[in-house]
Nanobody, 119 residues
Framework: QVQLVESGGGLVQAGGSLRLSCAAS????????MGWYRQAPGEQRKLVAT???????YYADSVKGRFTISRDNAKNTVYLQMNSLKPEDTAVYYC?????????????WGQGTQVTVSS
């Protein structure tokens, strides 16, 4: 089994910053891509950013230039540095990982962490 545990969410004023972390643990042989998604009330979950094991990144247009995704492969952890936050960034943020365990490959999700940006 693989678990993803997120941390770092909270309440921040517009223009502020937050840093999210997501640590993977369990029966892990290797991790391919890791990413962050978000889901606002009444909306579908949307991709925010992804990063491959080699460090290649992708960002949604809405966060380019403000958010930075990074990872520490030795710690099986992915981060999301969020700067210049806007009220429309308010959502539950979920991490996702494409994981090879010792027996199979699977896509895993964290439990989510709330980010609220006040105007």
């Amino acid at each position: 089994q693989v678990q993803l545990v997120e941390s770092g969410g909270g309440l921040v004023q517009a223009g502020g910053s937050l840093r999210l972390s997501c640590a993977a643990s369990g029966s892990i042989f290797d991790i391919n891509a890791m990413g962050w998604y978000r889901q606002a009330p009444g909306e579908q979950r949307k991709l925010v950013a992804t990063i491959t094991s080699g460090g290649n990144t992708y960002y949604a247009d809405s966060v380019k230039g403000r958010f930075t995704i990074s990872r520490d492969n030795a710690k099986n952890t992915v981060y999301l540095q969020m700067n210049s936050l806007k009220p429309e960034d308010t959502a539950v943020y979920y991490c996702n990982a494409d994981v090879w365990s010792h027996t199979a490959r699977g896509y895993y999700w964290g439990q989510g962490t709330q980010v609220t940006v006040s105007s």
